[in-house]
């Protein structure tokens, strides 16, 4: 069986309908604001890059939008269905929001105790996937992001690159309607970093609905259809990536791009 990685969504890139809306949203940690006010919204088939500092709220604005964290106030609408309001989950199924919703972590998060397919299996066996449909979306997702010849392999056996593609693998089982992915090339070295863009750059091209949070500011250039600059809670900036990151009309987005190195 030959199967597309982004199979899951088979949609046209930036239709005008939402699947991920976020107003409002605010969130404290300890006293502390780590998101004031954060407004954004992803269209189906498109790529939202969330860039800035280390510490000004990039991965809590994703854990709130699939609701790992949840908010203390604000809206959150995914997929057309308001999972979040006015300091209130209302979403009565989370499960299903996040099969709607996938997500890829800095950190990879696979089951040390399972082999390579059995991560990508398990996914599927707990929403109820046959076990032989599942095996055979499990091994086709890991030939297409190119580790199918470690299927067997246990995560301690992996290389950090081959542990995110199963990662990504595993997201893709559950076709989501929106991939988020969190600094997925943080714990990388470069030629693992350059393998899993690849794969990105093969959901890009497929029409994969992604929101990421990344350093990797050429990449972002290169694939985005929107970028965000959020520091200290705010979004202080966004819009394309050519004129965010090439030139940004906001001091402290020239700032950032000084420190980090613009892409262009």
Do not use: W
């Amino acid at each position: 069986m030959t199967e597309s990685v982004a199979a899951a969504t088979p949609t046209p890139r930036a239709s005008s309908e939402a699947v991920v809306r976020v107003e409002g949203l605010c969130k404290s940690f300890d006293g502390r604001l780590v998101l004031d006010q954060v407004d954004l919204e992803v269209r189906r088939g498109s790529i939202v890059s969330v860039i800035g500092q280390s510490g000004g709220g990039k991965t809590t604005l994703m854990r709130c939008v699939n609701l790992l964290e949840r908010p203390d106030l604000g809206t959150v609408e995914v997929a057309g269905e308001i999972v979040h309001q006015g300091g209130r989950t209302v979403c009565r199924d989370l499960p299903r929001l996040r099969r709607t919703v996938g997500m890829v972590f800095q950190r990879f998060h696979l089951f040390p105790h399972l082999t390579a397919v059995e991560n990508v299996v398990l996914a599927q066996r707990k929403a109820g996937v046959p076990e032989p449909r599942a095996l055979e979306r499990a091994v086709a997702l890991l030939r297409r992001v190119g580790v199918a010849h470690r299927a067997l392999a246990q995560p301690d056996q992996l290389s950090g690159g081959e542990q995110q593609r199963v990662a990504i693998a595993r997201a893709l089982a559950l076709r989501p309607e929106v991939l988020l992915f969190d600094e997925p090339t943080s714990s990388l070295d470069p030629e693992a970093t350059r393998e899993v863009l690849s794969v990105m750059r093969e959901l890009a091209a497929d029409g994969m609905t992604m929101l990421l949070v990344t350093h990797e500011l050429p990449f972002a250039r290169e694939v985005s259809d929107h970028v965000v600059f959020v520091d200290g809670g705010r979004i202080v900036e966004e819009g394309r990536p050519e004129d965010v990151l090439d030139t940004p009309a906001e001091a402290r987005t020239r700032e950032f791009l000084q420190a980090y190195g613009s892409p262009s």
